[in-house]
């Protein structure tokens, strides 16, 4: 429907609360399609626990949006889904990604600008710095709660009084990042696992430090020792998220864990030394000057002063000056399946709807495509367009379909995308139009998956513009 008021037309703002990726994202997308937008940041007048900047968009954890292959990865089929959507967290990352393998990774500083800038260009988007401490005013007729894993306590409350659920939460940590010239070369190397390049890189994308056993094992063991911070009262029943695990934790697993995670040693060759390493930290480029590299998988809680000497004894790191070490926050997220219908609204309240972190996806790209997805709903009906999401087949489909009912709401707990999330394939075809017989495994499968979704985005898009051109 259309939105009158006293019998005349009525075309409301868009309020977009949170500007983070998702924040952004959605916000972008509604202007782009003709819709007056007003984005509420409330840095930095309010910061939080893990922000450093007032910019918009900033990364906090990491500067790596994982996996750009759209061909074998469900995140790489997530980046080329958004960028045919025209998703500016895309076109901003391709324009100011660092050398970073297989993965697309940026620098921090020159993303979060470029999409501040372009936001800033668009003549129907107002930012306004401020904090939202309650529930939006009833004048608010269309928002969109984008506020992210560190949502200001009041609004948090506020969303939590509204739903009469108990909002669910769970700790993130951050890695540490290293000045480049402080690395000692002599006993690391550039070298991207099996040589592989990525967007924008050499092949010779991370910097390799080598352990031997023994270094290794005494490694482990002060990460065991080492002092950490402790929670407070309330935080202590609060879980971690599986796929953003402190290094610390990961140790208390098994001392074999970290070499077969962040430090295995496969498809690298330490050009000092003949023997093979019996475990490798990796460094990824952080900025466009490669003057900061962040330690891979190294979130921790350690504090500050024992990440500086248990990490200093890493081969390559001994004299390591850091630019930030790491740190743990708590994130908070709602209970989407049991809150949110398929168009993201809340079921209690239609008029707000949620996207990013705090809908339960886990990552800078879904949090994004979340955003893209809230933005593009909100501008339809707000223009009175009957739309409908992309179908579940597709990357940012089963994404949507996981937090808005998916999953299952007794046992939610935030998601990366995987093909886990996507439906199953009959008769499998690769990407070359081969038909797989039997059971498919591997990159055939993955390969199928991919296929199938951008064929299945393709023709969604092309529905969803043309019912955007409609009069």
């Known amino acids: 429907m259309t939105y ?17 990726l998702a924040g952004c994202e959605a916000a972008w997308q509604a202007a782009k399609a003709g819709v007056s937008v007003i984005l509420h940041e409330m840095r930095p007048h309010r910061q939080t626990e893990a922000h450093e900047t007032s910019h918009l968009a900033e990364m906090v954890c990491s500067n790596s949006f994982r996996s750009d292959d759209h061909q074998t990865s469900a995140v790489g089929l997530l980046h080329e889904e958004m960028r045919r959507a025209g998703s500016l967290i895309l076109a901003a990352a391709d ?10 990774a940026v620098d921090r500083e020159g993303f979060s600008r470029s999409v501040e800038a372009a936001l800033a260009a668009l003549p129907n988007v107002t930012l306004q710095r401020n904090e939202v401490t309650g529930l939006p005013p009833a004048e608010w007729e269309q928002v969109i709660i984008a506020s992210g894993p560190l949502t200001s306590p009041s609004l948090a ?16 940590a951050i890695a540490p990042i290293v000045h480049t010239g402080s690395i000692d070369m002599s006993q690391a190397w550039f070298q991207s696992r099996y040589d592989k390049p990525g967007p924008g ?19 482990i063991e002060a990460l065991l020792e080492g002092e950490k911070t402790q929670f407070r009262e309330w935080e202590r029943n609060t879980p971690y998220f599986e796929g953003c695990l402190p290094i610390e934790v990961m140790a208390e697993r098994g001392p074999e864990t970290l070499r077969y995670g962040p430090m295995k040693p496969v498809g690298l060759t330490n050009p000092h030394r003949p023997e093979k390493p019996y475990a490798v930290v990796q460094l990824r480029q952080d900025n466009a000057l490669g003057t900061l590299y962040n330690i891979v998988g190294f979130q921790t809680k350690l504090k500050h002063g024992a990440q500086s000497s248990i990490f200093r004894t890493i081969p390559g790191l001994q004299n390591a000056e850091f630019a930030r070490l790491g740190g743990i926050h708590r994130n908070t997220f709602i209970n989407s399946p049991r809150l949110l219908d398929h168009q993201l609204r809340l079921k209690t309240m239609p008029r707000l709807r949620f996207a990013g972190q705090i809908t339960g996806v886990e990552g800078y790209v879904e949090s994004a495509a979340i955003g893209l997805l809230a933005g593009l709903l909100a501008a339809a009906e707000i223009q009175g367009r009957d739309v409908t999401p ?48 039997g059971k498919a495994k591997g990159p055939a ?4 998956f991919c296929a199938r ?8 898009l ?4 043309k019912s955007a051109a409609a009069p």
């Open 462 to 465: 092309e529905t969803f513009t």
């Open 4 to 20: 009158r008021t006293n019998g005349a037309n009525h075309i409301p703002s868009l309020h977009v609360i949170g500007g983070g």
């Open 453 to 460: 979704a951008l064929t299945d985005h393709e023709q969604w």
């Open 201 to 219: 890189g050499s092949g010779k994308d991370y910097i390799n430090c080598p352990l031997d056993a023994d270094q290794y094992r005494a490694f």
């Open 445 to 448: 499968r993955k390969g199928a």
């Open 157 to 172: 409350q506020a969303i939590s009084g509204l739903t009469g659920v108990e909002s669910l939460a769970f700790f993130d």
């Open 390 to 437: 992309p179908p579940v087949s597709t990357a940012m489909g089963a994404l949507l379909h996981h937090v808005t009912g998916g999953a299952a709401a007794d046992t939610f707990q935030p998601m990366n995308v995987n093909f886990g999330l996507f439906p199953p394939i009959g008769a499998l075809v690769t990407p070359e139009g081969k038909r797989v017989r």
């Open 95 to 104: 324009a100011n990604k660092v050398p970073a393998g297989s993965a697309l």
